[in-house]
């Protein structure tokens, strides 16, 4: 078996210093939270806004998948996907989830926890109709984690749906549209050497509540 360690040892990547202090950070988490993104996008990262939705349903096994940020604000931070899929259906039954981000560059990883709701409809369809019209044709020929007999039954559907539907404007499919997290729990976890890295956690107990900062242990 070969160790993920030594593949990456002699990479040269070194651990950004500089910490996290509690007297330099904010009271709102989502001023942070806008900071390190912004720093992310700077620093060129793969893909700033993707991050790793952790999910489980009625059974309780978890099951992840990544998905891309596309907004956030007061009230949650925002995904689109196909609401009939392994993870809308996990939703439905539970609406506990978590979202990780990760900046390798910057050695930096946001954790969320929350519950999820679904976005009201008039935002995903503000947000389906300026989507391309080949990302609609797709949300319509895709029942996402549903058993495809084989890929040319998929491309088969988007030839139909694209002959179809040449030059109609594509309404919203009613199983696609946006969900946001509603975060009760947000940790920034800085990097730092030896192992001593930063952990600052804002919590709060309901909704409207006040944010309480924590340090943890790395
Ligand atoms: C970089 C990246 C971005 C993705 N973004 C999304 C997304 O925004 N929405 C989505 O439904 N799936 C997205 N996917 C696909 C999901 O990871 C996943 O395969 C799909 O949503 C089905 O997941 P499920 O069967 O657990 O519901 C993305 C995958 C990758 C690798």
Redesign the pocket.
């Known amino acids: 078996m070969k160790s993920v360690h030594e593949i990456i040892a002699g990479s040269g990547e070194e651990y950004i210093s500089g910490g996290l202090n509690e007297k330099d950070i904010p009271a709102d988490p989502l001023d942070l939270f806008e900071k390190w993104l912004e720093e992310a996008v700077k620093r060129k990262t793969g ?1 700033p806004n ?1 991050m790793h939705l952790s999910t489980a349903g009625a059974d309780g096994r978890p ?1 992840g ?4 940020l596309k907004e956030f604000d007061k009230r949650g931070f925002v ?4 609401l009939d ?4 259906v996990e939703l439905k039954e539970n609406n506990h989830a978590a979202l990780t981000f990760f900046w390798n560059e910057l050695f930096r990883q946001v954790r969320l926890e929350g519950r999820v709701f679904e976005l009201p409809s008039g935002e995903s369809d503000s947000y389906f109709a300026i989507r391309p019209h080949d990302s609609k044709i797709s949300a319509l020929a895709s029942e ?2 549903r058993i495809l007999k084989n890929r040319e039954t998929l491309e088969n559907r988007v030839r139909e749906l694209e002959n179809k539907l040449k030059d109609k404007i594509i309404e919203r499919p009613a199983n696609w549209g946006g969900y946001y997290l509603s975060p009760s729990y947000i940790e920034f976890w800085q990097g730092r050497t030896h192992r001593l890295h930063d952990r600052i956690v804002y919590r709060r107990d309901d909704i409207k509540g006040k944010w309480n900062i924590m340090r943890l242990y790395p």
């Open positions: 893909l993707a099951s998948r990544i998905v891309l995904f689109y996907t196909n899929s392994r993870k809308g996402q984690s």
